[in-house]
């Protein structure tokens, strides 16, 4: 009998987080990330895809405690597994009273205050360290008053072992090389301002690596930059990934991206995840794969996609409304595979996630395995 | 085809940079011109989509703006059932302009915030029915919403009640109160969430078929413009580098910039190579100090593959767009 | 300290905005409240008064009850020096500056919209030459301005408002402008053009009425309480309505004879008056700015 062999323990695992926002207008809880669990594995890339309101950003910004709004995230564990396992929320409980109906969550009573005194503390040396973060905007992230070498130096001082200011200046260039920013001497003496949106985008990725972090999550990357420049980020996110050997979770809305370069996939709509896989099969358009994630492949405007009648198979009716949940599955407004068999169970209860094949994993009454 | 409904002939739009004060005084004191779009030249025909691609910065949306005269232009001519309307006043254009429409990338454009639905439909429908009395009114809003698939219950909200893809939808309906023949459709998918984009994309097909709209469809996205446009014209940096049928654009294109643009699009990939010439290298243009010649040179793989001709950068022998055969034609020196 | 959210319901089906209204603070409710109701007052005054339907004759003189203090004989707010009633003097006070101020608020309104409009819409034809004019006008000095007319012309107090009027547009046009450029680049205004609607409707009805309604009426009230006041300082100073008729400006001022003899009411109940009337068409304007000015912003 052979030995088992280690498999080491995810590096992030996050489980049953719930992250709710407070709309006051409407007087309901908006229930953005409504009972997530994901994984990443060391050394892989995980791409979260979904539709806005999907709730893919929030799962990320919450798991870094990184949501201020009320009452924003109420429970859950986010296991962090660097040397030895951590839970970012802990301390949680204590801060947060919630009062259930129907199975329904009515009232939440939180002290933000002192959850986020204890979640800082908890993710100090993680966030921006062990854990660091890309967003859509780079100029939001970039300082406009000091140069972009002076903030990878800065991430350089505070994040790893380098404290003189030759040696860290000597490592921001390194990490600009390594984006591929042309003249990298010259863009050191620059301000956000004065770079393009890829160029931006270049330098938030180097000072988001300069940390040296275990872990990179990258947040709508290649939005709204131009398809071209889209298209070189992303094949610099693949030569980092390869070099490097980051592991990196990728939310993204477009599906080309993501299936680039991801190693597995995770599918959010209304606040949960529909389903997980390997890319290639969640992708695969002939394999078995929820609904929803079918029918969106379908809908993506390509001439393979039109039928007979001159249309394409689009999805009918609105992306759903997370305040407004329907009682069983969220899709099943929207699907146009139920039939006979579970059509009762489908209104009535959501389903599980069912593990259809090791590591693949579907959230629909068809794959259940009775 | 037939005559064609509107012909573009060599338009061209600047946009004035003016120097500050420390460039007056130590360099020229010329106010930098962007030549935002650059000699461009096409034409529609009834019942045809011409799709307009580029990226940000290519003129695209200048060119569309430019012919429903909401921008003015420095040269060149439009043409509009074979009439010269370059040089038309706004009061002239405005009778005009009940048969060029143009749907706008924002969502909210169309769309005063504290004018309920009803109303922004019925001053639309005013505009070409000025006397229609209120029951006529009434029964053409609903005739509206029956064509753009709007439940009648939205028609006393207000835009911030609305989701985007309805919001799209109350926008193609105002353009079509107005009984268009062409419509100018600017991005009109790309706010929109995937799974709605394929409900606007069946509209805009099934409207085009209903009424004998003319489109001219501007994206950044080949793949859709191949699926609803007859022929596509690529734009780079101001001109247009290649034009034909939608088919052969996508599947056999000659310019190395739709190729390149193709594999960006489609795999995410990047074709470019990059020279290593200086801030140049990653597809800056800078109009301040033009390369002359060819605009895509510095970028393009095939002019590094030939080791740099020295043709692509003569500024005395820029591309011009030659026909390959009857229906497509390019404009470079080394076409694929 | 635990933040608490409740949800009202299982599913939430249809949802109210929350009006203006219900969103403002209490203090800004409350300024809106006392100084509608001041206009209230004050209008209905006016046409009391216009019909001559007062409690008293304003010109009769009870010898006997002279300097009475409130709630005397039937006389709600006494007597003054001269055995008038002051609730009628009031009263009639009103009839001076309600017609004049309301004249020079429209001329203000409607002369600062029109500068505003030209300036912010057309703005390569008309920036210019309405910048030149409201610069020239604001750099006259108004007050001087006014005693020249007063001096060049009869001094009736229609003329003064006038002037009030057009001294005042400038700073009307400005804000209209503002409000017109920023407008103007909005996209809805340039899909308006596009659909063939007439630079007309575009300017009345979307820029004007939709988006410059609350500055108009804000500016209004603001006005109502400058012209309430400068009528009352002329006529206090003795260039406005003369003796025997009434102004709470000169009924103020032939008080204060009195006021060293102990005698302090009938000089201030129309100064009070004044006090409570400016206030309250400030406070209006106030309130009103935040509520509706407010709710754009959210």
Redesign the interface.
């Known amino acids: 009998m052979t030995e088992p062999v280690n498999i080491r323990p995810p590096l992030l695992r996050v489980e049953n987080l719930r992250t709710y926002f407070y709309s006051r207008v409407k007087r309901a809880f908006v229930r953005s990330v409504d009972g997530v669990d994901l994984e990443v594995e060391r050394g892989e890339t995980l791409g979260i895809v979904g539709?806005?309101g999907s709730g893919k950003s929030v799962t990320m910004l919450s798991a870094v405690g990184l949501v201020t709004a009320g009452p924003g995230v109420i429970t859950g564990n986010v296991t962090f597994h660097d040397e030895a396992p951590q839970n970012l929320l802990q301390g949680l409980d204590s801060n947060v009273e919630i009062k259930h109906r129907n199975g329904r969550i009515m009232h939440i009573a939180k002290n933000n205050q002192s959850w986020q005194k204890q979640a800082d503390l908890n993710l100090r040396g993680v966030r921006g360290g062990k854990i660091s973060m890309i967003f859509q905007n780079p100029r939001a992230a970039l300082n406009p008053f000091e140069t972009v070498g002076q903030q990878i130096a800065e991430s350089v001082r505070l994040h790893t072992g380098m404290k003189s200011a030759i040696q860290a200046k000597e490592r921001a260039l390194y990490w600009l090389e390594q984006v591929?920013i042309?003249?990298p001497h010259l863009r050191y003496d620059n301000h956000p301002y004065g770079l393009?949106g890829?160029?931006s985008q270049r330098a938030m990725i180097a000072m988001a690596l300069a940390a040296e972090p275990r872990m990179l999550i990258a947040d709508e990357p290649t939005t709204g930059l131009?398809?071209?420049?889209?298209?070189?980020i992303?094949?610099l996110l693949d030569d980092l990934k390869t070099r490097l050997g980051m592991t990196m979770v990728l939310i993204s809305?477009d599906?080309?991206?993501i299936s680039?370069l991801s190693n597995r996939i995770a599918v959010m709509y209304g606040g949960r995840v529909l389903e997980t896989g390997p890319t290639a099969e969640v992708l695969d358009e002939r394999a078995d794969g929820h609904p929803y994630t079918r029918?969106?492949l379908a809908?993506?405007?390509?001439?393979e996609n039109?039928t007979e009648s001159?249309?394409?198979?689009?999805?009918?009716g609105?992306?759903l409304d997370t305040i407004n949940v329907p009682c069983g599955c969220r899709f099943r407004e929207?699907c146009q595979r139920i039939n006979d068999t579970v059509h009762t169970r489908c209104e009535t209860s959501e389903p599980e996630l069912f593990e259809i094949a090791p590591g693949r994993r579907i959230r629909c009454w068809l794959y259940s395995p009775q | 085809m037939s005559q064609p409904i509107l012909e573009v002939i060599e338009l061209r739009k600047h946009f004035y940079q003016r120097r500050g004060l420390l460039d007056a005084l130590t360099r020229e004191a010329d106010d930098r011109i962007i030549p935002a779009v650059d000699g461009v030249s096409f034409s529609l025909h009834e019942n045809e989509t011409l799709g307009l691609v580029g990226?940000?910065?290519c003129g695209k949306t200048t060119t569309g703006k430019a012919i429903?005269k909401?921008m003015s232009m420095n040269g060149g001519k439009i043409l509009y059932q074979n009439t010269d309307i370059t040089a038309y006043t706004?009061a002239q254009f405005?009778?005009l302009?009940?048969d060029i429409?143009?749907i706008?990338q924002?969502l909210?454009?169309?769309?005063?915030?504290?004018?309920c639905i009803a109303d922004t439909l019925r001053?639309?429908i005013r505009?070409r029915e000025p006397d229609a009395d209120a029951t006529a009114v009434q029964h053409q809003i609903y005739e509206l919403l029956d064509l753009v698939n709007l439940k009648k219950n939205k028609l006393s909200n207000f835009p911030s009640?609305l989701?985007?893809?309805?919001k799209r939808r109350v926008?193609i309906a105002?353009?079509l109160a107005?009984r268009p023949k062409m419509i100018v459709a600017d991005e009109p998918?790309s706010a929109l969430?995937?799974?709605?984009?394929?409900?606007v994309?069946?509209l805009l097909?099934d409207l085009q078929?209903q009424f004998g709209l003319s489109f001219l469809f501007i994206s950044?996205?080949l793949?859709?413009v191949?699926?609803?446009s007859h022929r596509v014209a690529v734009m780079y940096l101001g001109q247009i580098v290649e034009m034909g049928p939608a088919k052969e654009i996508?599947h056999s294109p000659r310019h190395p910039y739709t190729s390149?643009?193709w594999?960006?699009?489609?795999?995410?990939?990047?074709m470019?190579v990059?020279s290593?010439a200086?801030?140049n290298?990653?597809?800056?243009f800078d109009f301040e100090r033009p390369s002359g010649g060819c605009r895509f040179a510095p970028r393009c793989p095939i002019y590094a593959q030939r080791g740099r001709p020295i043709e692509c950068t003569d500024p005395n022998s820029p591309p011009t767009l030659k026909s390959i055969n009857q229906s497509h034609m390019v404009a470079c020196h080394f076409p694929l | 300290m635990k933040k608490k959210f409740h949800q009202d319901v299982d599913t939430v089906s249809e949802y109210s905005?929350l009006s203006a209204w219900k969103s403002a603070s209490t203090s800004d409710r409350l300024n809106v409240v006392y100084g509608f109701a001041v206009v209230l007052v004050v209008a209905v005054s006016y046409v009391l008064g216009a019909f001559g339907w007062l409690p008293h004759d304003p010109e009769a003189m009870d010898l006997d009850t002279m300097m009475a203090d409130p709630f005397t004989n039937g006389y709600l707010l006494g007597t003054d020096f001269m055995g008038r009633d002051i609730l009628t003097r009031l009263i009639l006070g009103i009839q001076a500056y309600f017609l004049p101020s309301v004249l020079a608020v429209f001329i203000a309104l409607g002369l600062g919209s029109l500068l505003g409009v030209l300036s912010g819409y057309w703005r390569r034809r008309f920036e210019t030459p309405v910048t030149y004019f409201s610069n020239l006008i604001d750099s006259l000095p108004r007050m001087v301005l006014m005693l020249l007319v007063i001096a060049a012309f009869r001094p009736s107090i229609y003329t003064i408002m006038v002037v009030f009027g057009i001294t005042t547009a400038p700073t009307i046009a400005m804000l209209v402008k503002g409000k017109v450029m920023m407008l103007r680049e909005r996209?809805?205004i340039?899909?308006?053009?596009?659909?063939?609607?007439?630079?007309g409707v575009i300017i009345f009805k979307?820029i004007l009425w939709?988006?410059c309604r609350a500055l108009l009426l804000i500016q209004a009230t603001i006005g109502m309480a400058e012209a309430v006041l400068l009528e009352t300082s002329l006529s206090y100073l003795g260039f406005g309505v003369q003796e025997p008729t009434p102004s709470w400006g000169n009924m103020v001022q032939a008080g204060a004879n009195y006021l060293l003899q102990g005698n302090f009411w009938p000089s201030t109940a129309p100064a009070i008056a004044i006090m409570l009337t400016v206030l309250g068409f400030h406070l209006l304007g106030d309130g009103l700015n935040n509520i509706l000015e407010g709710r754009q912003n959210r």
């Open positions: 539709e806005s591929r042309d003249s393009s890829g160029m131009d398809a071209t420049i889209q298209a070189r992303v094949d809305h599906i080309g991206v680039r029918a969106l809908s993506t405007p390509r001439r039109i001159g249309h394409l198979p689009a999805i009918e609105e992306v929207r | 990226e940000s910065g429903l909401l706004p405005r009778p302009r009940r429409q143009m706008f924002d909210d454009a169309a769309l005063n915030p504290k004018i001053e639309a505009i009640e989701s985007g893809g309805e926008g105002r353009v107005v998918t969430d995937v799974s709605i984009q394929a409900q994309i069946n097909r078929a950044h996205d793949q859709l191949e699926l609803m996508a390149v643009l594999s960006s699009i489609v795999e995410k990939r990047s470019e990059p290593g200086g801030p290298a990653w597809g800056v | 905005q996209n809805f340039e899909s308006a053009v596009a659909l063939g609607l007439s630079p979307h939709f988006n």
